[in-house]
């Protein structure tokens, strides 16, 4: 009897765990679960991606394992933070070349998170010092940046007329198309975080009267005809979203997340996206985790296709995510940037590196960047 006990707790160890558990995202097969949440590093020197993106990027890349790269601005009035990538020009479309093909050799499946930051900028980020756009004409009040040392100004943002809304989305369609010719397996469109396309997608940003503002219809218009665009130009099957309908970032709060969140996922359903991820509720503020009523299972349940998760996991929450079917991906964000290899950490149960706060943003090509250790180093 005893023998019989102990070699199925064998076989139960033997087995992976879910988040190692392989899974088919719409024509891309993935070996595992744990996703490269995006991260915003602050190291593409004047807009432009750097050769040390090839290195932290195919450290963190494992055969068969899908990254998200960085936030990427889609046009020239998208930046919002020094020296943040682009995909506008033909350089920037050059230069993520070599770090896609990077990560290609060794396996690994690649979207590039496409953005537009809005209202959340300054003169000293856009042409000619001209005042950045969004929905809205309410400007931010300034902020400590992430980095709690820095104060980040924002100047009074230009409402977009009405006329204008379909450049921008001409501009989002373009970066795909752009990210696509860069090699990028597919586009994330950065529909999250008090960013250009929440700024319409929330009520307590978007005061406007004409079609992209008012009802929830009117304020979802514009991130679904981005969707609508990107997806004819590229193919849906190449297009994933991020989404925070609860989170409060950059003065982006919205008086009902859940009917946001619930219209957003079933408008998508009919596009058969690569996936949707969405941002917990827990992450109500940057980078820290609170206790929270709220969960994602609502548009988990009324999402028919790929759902991705991020926001405060580990590894038992991870797992217990997948195997409780609440999510089928999970995005690590902080713990994947400290530990480049955290696929083969997570399989052995290993410690991880704490992450740096303090390098997450400086501009050095290897501090807080490559220089995390792999396990061989520190065991
Ligand atoms: C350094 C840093 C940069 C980030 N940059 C981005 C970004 O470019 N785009 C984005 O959607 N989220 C960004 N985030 C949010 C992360 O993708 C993720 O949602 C967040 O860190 C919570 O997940 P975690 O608890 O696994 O870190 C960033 C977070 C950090 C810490």
Not at 85 to 113: S, Y
């Amino acid at each position: 009897m005893g023998d019989i006990a102990d070699e199925k707790q064998k076989q139960e160890e033997q087995q992976p765990i879910p988040l190692l558990t392989p899974y088919q995202m719409g024509k891309f097969q993935l070996s595992h679960r744990i996703v490269l949440a995006p991260l915003t590093r602050q190291r593409s020197y004047g807009n432009v991606p750097q050769p040390h993106a090839i290195l932290y990027y195919s450290q963190r890349t494992t055969k068969g394992g899908l990254l998200i790269a960085e936030a990427t601005g889609v046009n020239n009035t998208a930046q919002g933070y020094p020296e943040t990538p682009g995909i506008w020009t033909k350089e920037q479309i050059e230069a993520w070349k070599p770090i896609v093909d990077a990560v290609h050799a060794k396996g690994g499946i690649f979207f590039c998170q496409i953005w537009h930051v809005g209202r959340v900028s300054n003169y000293s980020f856009q042409p000619n010092e001209q005042a950045p756009i969004s929905s809205t004409d309410k400007g931010l009040v300034p902020k400590v940046r992430a980095n709690g040392i820095d104060v980040a100004e924002f100047a009074p943002p230009r409402r977009l007329k009405t006329e204008e809304i379909p450049e921008i989305v001409n501009d989002f369609k373009q970066a795909a198309i752009n990210a696509i010719e860069a090699g990028f397996d597919g586009v994330e469109i950065h529909g999250a975080h008090g960013y250009l396309i929440e700024q319409f997608l929330k009520d307590q940003v978007n005061d406007r009267t004409d079609k992209y503002g008012g009802s929830l219809e009117n304020r979802c218009r514009f991130a679904l005809e981005i969707v609508d665009a990107v997806s004819n130009a590229i193919g849906a099957d190449r297009v994933g979203i991020r989404l925070s309908p609860f989170a409060n970032y950059c003065e982006a709060g919205d008086s009902n997340p859940l009917a946001l969140g619930l219209y957003m996922v079933e408008a998508l359903n009919k596009y058969g996206l690569a996936y949707c991820h969405m941002v917990e509720p827990r992450m109500i503020t940057v980078g820290e985790k609170v206790e929270c009523a709220d969960s994602l299972l609502p548009f988990r349940k009324a999402y028919k296709g790929t759902f991705m998760v991020a926001g405060g996991y580990d590894r038992e929450d991870g797992n217990r995510a997948v195997a409780e079917n609440r999510a089928d991906l999970v995005a690590y964000g902080r713990i994947f940037l400290a530990n480049p290899d955290l696929p083969k950490r997570f399989e052995l149960n290993a410690p991880l590196n704490k992450y740096n706060r303090e390098t997450f943003y400086i501009l050095d090509p290897v501090i807080g960047y490559t220089d995390y250790p792999f396990l061989e180093a520190t065991s």
